[in-house]
């Protein structure tokens, strides 16, 4: 069964930079497509970005436009999340996901349906 585990969340101050990673276990990644969302308390789930097995990328939001970076490692079976100059409003939970096409991004949240578990990021001074 495809699990997903994020990691690499944290407290950061504005400005910051933070890696996050997301890294399955028993499963290969290599040729699945993963996005990346957040959602901050009371706001609805965000898409970020979203890589396919052939790297080819997907951006579901113009908000974060040059400050986050999708990448993937297929021999660590790992996608990883940069993001630099955090903002306070940056805060939020990150989750990984495999969309239910497996193979191809989808621009719509619901298009996704493995899940991780979320890795808590909060941007403070």
């Known amino acids: 069964q495809l699990q997903l585990v994020e990691s690499g969340g944290g407290l950061v101050q504005p400005g910051g930079s933070l890696r996050l990673s997301c890294a399955s276990s028993?499963?290969?990644?290599?040729?699945?497509?993963v996005g990346w969302f957040r959602q901050a308390p009371g706001k609805e789930r965000e898409g970020i970005s979203c890589?396919?097995?052939?790297?080819?990328?997907?951006n579901l939001t113009a908000s974060v436009k040059g400050r986050f970076t999708i990448s993937r490692d297929n021999a660590k079976n790992t996608v990883y999340l940069q993001i630099s100059g955090l903002k306070p409003e940056d805060t939020a939970v990150y989750y990984c996901?495999?969309?239910?096409?497996?193979?191809?991004?989808?621009?719509?949240?619901?298009?996704?349906?493995?899940w991780g578990q979320g890795t808590q990021v909060t941007v403070s001074s």
């Open positions: 996901a495999v969309p239910t096409e497996r193979y191809y991004c989808s621009d719509d949240v619901k298009g996704y349906y493995y």
């Open positions: 890589i396919m097995g052939s790297g080819g990328t997907l």
């Open positions: 028993g499963f290969s990644l290599a040729y699945h497509a």
